[in-house]
Antibody
Framework: QVQLQESGPGLVKPSETLSLTCTVS?????????WGWIRQPPGRGLEWIAS???????YYNPFLRSRVTISVDTSKNQFSLKLSSVTAADTAVYYC???????????WGQGALVTVSS | SYVLTQPPSVSVAPGQTARITCGGN??????VHWYQQKPGQAPVLVVY???DRPSGIPERFSGSNSGNTATLTINRVEAGDEAGYYC???????????FGAGTKLTVL
């Protein structure tokens, strides 16, 4: 059974960098599929952040592209998200998920709430 | 950029049929996926590639896609179906994932 688990600080100060890691179990990242990040501000809808293929091809939400870095660590079967220069508007539950070439996400992590506040 | 339009809310009585729409320009040319999200939980894929169901999803859930509208249909609605529902596509022209704003399904 494929499982994903987000981890990282739950509180980040404004202007700093948000960093999250997604640990995948039950499936090897290098075997295929895309790996993505999606977020959901409190009381609002889903917003795609970025996706990457295991070989390194990356795709970004154009509205966040300048602040986002997504990377993979195949030795740990993990992939990561960095979002720089955060503001209160970046407060959200952040999900990692496994994606397919036509975009569906079939396995999701439980989500990690990240609050941006001083 | 490509936009998906969903009604904010849909209400239906138990046992009836709920239809949740997702509008987009020539959406029939894209593969549409639907997610169910209950409060405090991660989204769950309930329909993919317009009309296919992942294993474990009841047959009551079905999808269709024609023209400028994709539709998620839930037959014999149950109280446990009350949730938010999101449509999603991959926009090949921009290589971006697009989500609709979501529809809150209320079971009366």
């Amino acid at each position: 059974q494929v499982q994903l688990q987000e981890s990282g600080p739950g509180l980040v100060k404004p202007s700093e960098t948000l960093s999250l890691t997604c640990t995948v179990s039950g499936y090897s990242i290098i075997s295929g599929y895309y790996w993505g990040w999606i977020r959901q501000p409190p009381g609002r809808g889903l917003e795609w952040i970025a996706s990457m293929y295991h070989s390194g091809s990356t795709y970004y939400n154009p509205f966040l592209r300048s602040r986002v870095t997504i990377s993979v660590d195949t030795s740990k079967n993990q992939f990561s998200l960095k979002l720089s220069s955060v503001t209160a508007a970046d407060t959200a539950v952040y999900y990692c998920a496994r994606g397919h070439i036509v975009g569906k996400f079939d396995y999701w992590g439980q989500g990690a709430l990240v609050t941006v506040s001083s | 950029s490509y936009v998906l339009t969903q009604p904010p809310s849909v209400s239906v009585a138990p046992g009836q049929t709920a239809r949740i729409t997702c509008g987009g320009n020539n959406i029939e040319s894209k593969s549409v996926h639907w997610y169910q999200q209950k409060p405090g939980q991660a989204p769950v894929l309930v329909v993919y590639d317009d009309s296919d169901r992942p294993s474990g999803i009841p047959e009551r859930f079905s999808g269709s896609n024609s023209g400028n509208t994709a539709t998620l249909t839930i037959n014999r609605v149950e109280a446990g179906d009350e949730a938010g529902y999101y449509c999603q596509v991959w926009d090949r022209s921009s290589d971006h994932v697009i989500f609709g704003a979501g529809t809150k399904l209320t079971v009366l």
